[in-house]
């Protein structure tokens, strides 16, 4: 059965983490802090529920293995796994600084894929910044030291941050998202995180959180960042809404659309369509079906459903394979 499924998220309880998802996304869960709601995912440590229709109380994954792969797409036909995870990121702490394995050592090491992911800025608090690669080619001995001595910081490429900005995290760039940042967050799915600086910072064992300094030795690229931190291209020639491309890849193809009328969607049958809703209140119309999303919402669109319409004013992101 092909129609949009909303979805519920999974949360996690980070201790970096804050109140706004809760607060100001509507999430409704009672843990504390709410770090991160994974809004699109099947992955075991978080999966999402949806929310609505005959499949209301199962689980993403329930829907795709009842109604087989081809409502991801044509482009997941060889992949074993769904291959997307969304995320709204509230960080009221730093991050630890940390690196994301690539497929192959991810693969052989974790028995999951590698991590590339792609940041949207939705909100940050005066003087934000971020870490994203190095401000210079350091060598393996370098890297290491500074670990050991707790000199990192000083070669990391701090970046200040407002909305609307965007950064394509290819595996094995070393980052940490910093203190005041709303993030939503677009990677493949996995959950395979190596850090190597978290500030001495005490977990809810009492003790230091963990480092993966032996991993992430073996993965980091020690040079600067390739991209720049910035949207692809902006759009603005259709009438109802703007159009800014915030990623392209081989993984995943981003948009962020800013709404003030109708825009008409297709779901082909080469991938799914995830829309998730970052501001606003609009009505998605599918056939004879419509219903109201809102700020928070997550929705997902089977790959051959075939045209939908949403209509409102808001912003949300539109990912795709």
């Keep these: 059965m092909l129609y949009p499924l909303k979805l519920k998220a999974a949360f996690k309880d980070y201790l970096w983490g804050g109140t706004r998802l809760r607060d100001e996304f509507n999430k409704q869960t009672d843990i504390n802090p709410v770090a991160e709601s994974w809004e699109l995912s099947c992955h075991h440590d978080g999966q999402s529920i949806i929310e609505n229709g005959s499949y209301t109380g199962k689980t993403l994954n329930d829907y795709i293995e009842t109604e087989s792969k081809s409502v991801i797409g ?17 960080a009221k702490q730093s991050l630890s600084v940390q690196v994301h394995p690539d497929d192959n050592y991810a693969l052989l090491n974790e028995g999951e894929s590698g991590k590339t992911e792609m940041w949207y800025v939705m909100d940050a608090e005066p003087n934000s910044t971020l870490i994203y690669g190095f401000t210079k080619n350091i060598s393996h001995q370098e890297f290491a030291k500074r670990i050991h001595d707790n000199t990192l910081l000083e070669v990391c490429n701090q970046v200040p941050i407002k909305k609307g900005d965007v950064f394509f995290i290819e595996a094995g760039t070393l980052h940490a998202i910093g203190a005041g940042a709303l993030i939503a967050e677009i990677q493949q799915s996995s959950n395979s995180t190596y850090r190597v600086y978290d500030y001495g910072r005490i ?10 300094i032996e991993k992430a030795l073996a993965v980091t690229k020690l040079q600067p960042p390739t991209r720049k931190p910035e949207a692809i291209a902006k759009l603005s020639c259709f009438t109802d809404y703007d159009l800014t491309i915030l990623a392209q890849c081989d993984l995943f193809n981003v948009s962020h659309f800013h709404l003030h009328g109708n825009c008409n969607l297709n779901a082909a049958k080469d991938s799914f369509h995830s829309i998730l809703v970052l501001d606003g209140e609009m009505a998605l119309t599918c056939n004879a079906d419509s219903f109201t999303v809102k700020k928070g919402d997550s929705l997902f669109i089977p790959a051959n459903m075939g045209e939908y319409i949403l209509n409102g004013t808001g912003e949300f992101i539109l990912t795709t394979l």
Excluded: S, V, Y
């Design 74 to 90: 044509t482009k997941a036909a060889n992949k074993k796994d769904f291959p997307i995870l969304i995320k709204f990121i509230d």
């Design 203 to 212: 977990g809810k064992d009492g003790k230091p959180r963990q480092l993966h």
